[in-house]
């Protein structure tokens, strides 16, 4: 059996990437965003955490989230997520219940620049598999929070090649 180690920093930013069973693409579906989007408030409202970035495609989804100061529990949180979104559309509610792959992958973000190459990959990632030709076309990114933010400019994302594991 693997031993998993997974990295535990109270507060600490973390990118995650969850997979749908056997890679079925239900994630973009309208209803399985809904499911997910009340899940993510019933999660927050009980263990709070920040969304620092997030993608949606149809088979997988990264994220960026930033934990509580003194709170370790990211785990816990995907758990929740994945049960919540389970139940509501119909899966049996269990860790298995075969609309989630069983495990996640994460990463501590360890610096700024590590955390703004995380950010770039969630954005670039539609375009990488050939969901759209440019970022801004994809309507599942929390890239269009940045850019109403003035963070990104609209026509974001020229020749972006990036290097690292992201858990794909």
Known sequence: MSKYRRSFIAGGTYFFTIVTARRRPLLTLPETRSAMRTAIAEVRKNQPFDIDAWVVLPDHMHCIWTLPENDTAYSARIGRLKILTSKALGYS????????????????????????????????????????????????????????????????????????????
Do not use: M, T
């Open 93 to 168: 509610g269990k860790r298995d219940s075969g609309l989630w792959q069983r495990r996640f992958w994460e990463h501590q973000i360890r610096d700024e620049d590590d955390l703004n190459r995380h950010i770039e990959y969630i954005f670039i990632n539609p375009v990488k598999h050939g969901f759209c030709q440019q970022v801004v076309d994809w309507p599942f990114s929390s890239f269009h929070r940045y850019v109403r933010q003035g963070l990104y400019p609209r026509d974001w994302a020229g020749k972006v090649e990036f290097e690292g594991n992201f858990g794909e």
